[in-house]
């Protein structure tokens, strides 16, 4: 409430919009006493009157910052930190781009209140390791830039001398993100020469006073002011202002923002080197040819520069001291006269030094921008040297106040004039407030075909003579009756008689009072030319950052054409400063000096009051009073406040003008705080504004509130949802889980009770049928086995393979006897029929004879058993040897089977003869073995049968068929040696002729058939007999004993 009091305090109020009654003598009482008081800012409406206290007021500590945080401009006590606080939270809130005018003349206050405004900022906005980085580098460029541009004047011991404008650039958030700097023509011209009183820049105190011995020894600079040209015009201190530190802060400050050691000394080098020209002595003389010349009348200060930037001294010398002319495609050096040089050598210092101040700005620049493509909102702040009236007003004067003529243009513009024209478009009833319109004068300075500035150049570019004189005439000629133009010449015109307008001068009538200008120096000035030869030597210096601010000393980029002049740079220059601050939205900090000694609490009335005069600052109040503080395009408003009504929230369907009113009605604010334009909405009083804000403030948490408890609501719903979805989802994962094991289990389970079962009921039909079975089974598995081990067990003891050998395992068990037999017997018709098998076929047939008579005799003759050793030899005659027998072999032929002798027992005596016996193929034959003559042949056909005894005789009868031709004395009766031979011959013989076996009668008894009648034989055993050879014995004529032993 304090704030509100004091705004509406009778004798002081804060906001001069409440000043009752309006006069100029109220209001500078107004901001006299409040000056008294300390309160030093004033509004009118949301303008700030600034009055430079000229003390330190403990106005702005931390504690400050918080009040003002946020706080509602029209409710707390004005301060400028409530317009910084407004902007911001305008740029941050409601996305607009914001601009900071500080005005008011030299010393009032504006540098200060810009630092201000910055420190404010950059103490709300948002803290983190990368912003604090930012705000330190935006800050600290304040010391840097101040050092280099700034200087003591007479009326400010810390005065700009070239125009700031800075942008700072914040992001979506409104944290700080880096800005760009413009600057705006420094006062060069004081690089050499300032009026009694005054200082060069600051830069070159700092250094000499607070550069170490050993930097000063580097620089070749020597700690003494009084020894450099430049600065030795007057005292070198100021009081109150420590060099030494300014330069320690100055050096702290380019390590913040970035600069190199190595850049720092370059540009320290550079700055010795401006210091150290205007130490260069010429001294004149003539030529032969009696032209002025110059020279250097003491070298070693040349010596010095030239090391310290790596260049010849000759050429740096030359440059200084001659000049080369281009005539007719020849190039002719000329001399210098020790003016020119002096000229020479001064614009070359103002030309270093103030390319060296653009490369600092442009340094601080590359810090402290931001990267290209950032989304960004800007705050810009401009703190521009002040308006201003010197006893001499020379071409940097004339350019200073053109600039705030334009200035206070953007003010009139936009407070009075376009205010008023807006009640007029909108349709608003409005009684029209007179002001002063300064665009008269602007176009005096600016207009391009016939403005001074314009009149300049020309005069600038025109061939021929040029001198500030024929420039004068000029501008007498065209302004001959402007208002706000005068010279001699035209208050001659004029028949006014005033002293104090010399020659040489011409007064513009600003609006901030009337200025006199000193032509002389404007066309050097503005042409701001400086040697080709000199540019051409800095170029060549070896010095990176020197060479560097001379560009077209390149020889290889000489160009003839004239570079713009410093009028038209300017003009350009502010052209598009004042594009910038027509784009943003403004907020005005309008500073006023209270007297001209610096002194605090010293209020001269006069001085104020001239410049509350000149500031328009009644005629701002009178718009405001009878205007309205605030109008917004209707959407722009609505969409700001619908939140208000619930007619217009959320959404409002019909058109934003009627939306306005509705809301506006619902808010039931009285009618004359309100008027409805045709695009806009216009709110009389400041404190309406307020207590819509303030109820949107609250609304705003209610919303917030709302939204929040709507997304907590939403959030938790989603994640309930979600986990409820998940929920489910686990459930029925495991629930399936469950049953898959269940079923698994039980499965698992069935199948082992199925097994048991199936195995129960296996094993129960095994058993019954093991036990049906088993014995037989077993008994034949043991059979098996029995049988299989008695079999393994033969082969492994198979007996000898001879044939003769009978030897044969016995049997183990008994019910293997038949089987072992059996085996015996195959293994030996296996054995005989291998040994067979490997027989000759002659060896065959003898065995086949020897099988067949066993066949025949075995076990039934007792020969026999005598014969089985006996080799059957068939032929026991050699009929083939002896050729007695020719005609038995012929006989024989190849169908011989047996050949012997042979005894016939005689039928009638019983007496035995030898005869030869063959056997054929086919015949029987009986030969005389004297004659070797067959006596008889029988056809085997005629054998019925033959007879033999059972004893180890040789005797046999042949029966022969009765029909048989041969046989005609009856049956033969022989004795062989070889009965057994001849007998099995016989039969096998006839077996192969007539597939017919002999018949064969074993016997003691039997009957023979003689010619003369039967015979019955009868065989004894006797002793008489001998081995082999029995004997017969016939007893009458029909029986016959055969002895045998
Ligand atoms: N708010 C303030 N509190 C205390 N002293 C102030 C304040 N504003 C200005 N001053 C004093 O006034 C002096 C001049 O102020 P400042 O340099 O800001 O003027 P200016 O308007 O920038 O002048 P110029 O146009 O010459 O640059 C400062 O050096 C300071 O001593
Ligand atoms: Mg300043």
């Not at 002063?436 to 500035?453: P, Q, V, Y």
């Not at 910038?580 to 006023?592: A, E, G, H, T, V």
């Amino acid at each position: 409430m304090e704030a509100t009091n004091s705004r509406l305090d009778v004798a002081a109020v804060g906001d001069l919009v409440l000043l009752d009654p309006l006069t100029e003598e109220s209001l500078l009482q107004t901001l006299q006493e409040r000056f008294r008081r300390g309160d030093i800012y004033t509004y009118i409406g949301n303008v700030v009157i600034s009055v430079n206290p000229y003390r330190s007021l403990p106005i702005y500590g931390p504690e400050a910052v918080q009040e003002y945080h946020n706080c509602n401009f029209f409710a707390v006590k004005p301060h400028i930190y409530a317009i910084a606080d407004d902007a911001y939270r305008s740029l941050r809130d409601r996305d607009r781009d914001q601009c900071i005018l500080i005005t008011g003349e030299s010393g009032a206050g504006k540098t200060e209140a810009s630092k201000l405004v910055m420190s404010y900022v950059a103490a709300v906005c948002s803290k983190g390791e990368e912003v604090d980085k930012v705000k330190e580098q935006l800050l600290q460029s304040n010391p840097v830039l101040e050092a280099f541009g700034n200087a003591k004047t007479v009326r400010n011991d810390n005065s700009s001398r070239f125009g700031k404008y800075m942008d700072v650039e914040f992001d979506f958030k409104g944290e700080p993100l880096g800005g760009v700097i413009s600057n705006y023509l420094l006062e060069k011209s004081r690089i050499v020469r300032h009026v009694r009183g005054e200082r060069n820049f600051h830069i070159f105190y700092q250094l000499l006073a607070g550069g170490s011995a050993q930097l000063l020894q580097q620089l070749k600079l020597r700690q003494d002011c009084q020894h450099y040209a430049y600065l030795n015009q007057e005292t070198s201190d100021v009081p109150g202002m420590d060099d030494a530190a300014n330069f320690r802060a100055m050096q702290d400050a380019m390590r913040v923002i970035g600069f190199s050691p190595a850049e720092v000394t370059a540009l320290l080098e550079v700055t010795a080197v401006v210091l150290k020209l205007g130490n260069v002595q010429l001294s004149g003389s003539y030529q032969a040819s009696g032209m002025e010349a110059c020279s250097i009348a003491e070298s070693q200060e040349l010596q010095e520069i030239c090391s310290l930037i790596g260049l010849d001294p000759s050429v740096l010398e030359q440059a200084l001291c001659s000049r080369t002319v281009k005539a007719r495609n020849e190039t002719v050096l000329t001399t210098l006269s020790v003016p020119q040089g002096y000229y020479g050598r001064d614009a070359l210092a103002k030309n270093i030094y103030s390319r060296l101040f653009d490369w600092l700005v442009n340094r601080i620049n590359t810090s402290i921008q931001v990267k290209p493509g950032k989304q960004r909102k800007v705050m810009g702040v401009l703190d521009i040297y002040g308006f201003e009236i010197f006893q001499d007003n020379g071409f940097e004067q004339f350019i200073i106040n053109y600039c705030n003529e334009k200035l206070q243009q953007i003010f009139i513009l936009m407070t009075l004039k376009e205010e008023q024209e807006e009640y007029v478009r909108e349709g608003i009833k409005w009684t029209p407030v007179e002001f002063f319109d300064n665009t008269i004068i602007c176009n005096l300075i600016e207009n391009s075909k016939g403005g001074i500035l314009a009149m300049l150049d020309e005069e600038c570019l025109r061939p021929g003579v040029v001198n500030e004189d024929t420039f004068l005439t000029k501008l007498n000629q065209l302004f001959a009756t402007h208002k706000h133009y005068e010279s001699r010449e035209t208050q001659n015109a004029r028949h006014v008689m005033d002293a104090s307008l010399l020659p040489h001068c011409f007064r513009i009538h600003h609006y901030a009072g009337k200025v006199t200008y000193n032509v002389s120096g404007f066309i050097e000035k503005n042409n701001d030319l400086l040697f080709r030869d000199l540019s051409q030597a800095m170029w060549a210096a070896r010095h990176e950052l020197l060479r560097s601010l001379f560009p077209e000393g390149d020889p290889q980029k000489v160009s003839l054409k004239l570079p713009p002049t410093a009028g038209f740079q300017f003009k350009a220059s502010v052209a598009t400063l004042m594009k910038n601050l027509y784009s943003k939205n403004p907020n005005y900090i309008r500073c006023i000096k209270p007297n001209e000694s610096k002194a605090p609490l010293l209020f001269t009335p006069e001085l104020v009051l001239a410049q509350v005069r000149y500031l328009g600052l009644m005629e701002n109040v009178r718009v405001r009073r009878a205007g309205y503080a605030f109008r917004q395009l209707y959407s722009s408003f609505l969409g700001r406040y619908k939140m208000l009504s619930p007619r217009t929230w959320p959404r409002w369907a019909g058109g934003d003008r009627e939306g306005t009113e509705v809301l506006m009605e619902d808010l039931a604010f009285p009618p004359e705080e309100l008027a409805f334009g045709h695009t806009k909405i216009f709110i009389r009083s400041p404190r309406t504004l307020f207590d819509l804000e303030k109820r949107r403030q609250e609304r705003v948490v209610e919303l917030a509130v709302l939204i929040q408890k709507m997304f907590r609501g939403w959030r938790c719903r989603t994640q309930y949802q979600l986990m409820r979805k998940s929920q489910i989802l686990i459930s029925a994962w495991f629930r399936g889980h469950r049953q898959k094991n269940k079923y698994q289990q039980t499965k698992r389970s069935a199948l082992l009770i199925q097994a048991y079962v199936r195995g129960w009921k296996v094993r129960r039909q095994h058993r019954r049928r093991f036990r049906s079975g088993a014995s037989a089974c077993l008994s034949n598995f043991i059979y098996r086995r029995l049988v299989q081990k008695f079999l393994v067990g033969l082969r492994k003891n198979l007996p000898p393979l001879s044939v003769l050998d009978q030897t044969w395992p016995p049997a183990p068990y008994k019910f293997l006897a038949d089987a072992n037999q059996e085996l015996r017997s195959i293994f030996f018709r296996w054995k005989c029929k291998k040994y067979l098998e490997q027989l000759s076929p002659q060896r065959r047939a003898l065995l086949q004879a020897k099988l067949c008579a066993s066949e025949l005799f075995k076990d039934k003759k007792s020969l026999y058993s005598k014969s089985v050793q006996q080799p059957f030899q068939g032929e026991y005659l050699g009929l083939r040897q002896n050729p007695k027998y020719q005609k038995l072999q012929a006989v024989a032929k190849d169908k011989l089977v047996m050949a012997e002798t042979v005894r016939k027992v005689n039928r009638a005596s019983g007496k035995t003869v030898p005869r030869l016996l063959l056997l054929t193929t086919e015949h029987l034959v009986l030969a005389d073995p004297k004659a070797a003559q067959p006596k008889t042949v029988l056809s085997l056909s005629d054998i019925r049968s033959v007879s033999v005894t059972r004893f180890s005789d040789g005797f046999l009868v042949l029966h022969l068929k009765e029909t048989s031709t041969g046989g005609a004395k009856g049956d033969f009766l022989l004795v062989s040696d070889h009965l057994i031979e001849l007998v099995t011959r016989l039969h096998q013989t006839l077996l192969d002729a007539t597939s017919q076996g002999l018949s064969l009668h074993i016997t003691d008894q039997f009957s023979t058939r003689f010619q003369k009648g039967d015979m019955a034989v009868t065989v004894v055993e006797s002793a008489k007999a001998g081995a082999g050879a029995p004997i017969c014995k016939k007893r009458g004529s029909h029986k016959m004993e055969i002895l045998v032993h």
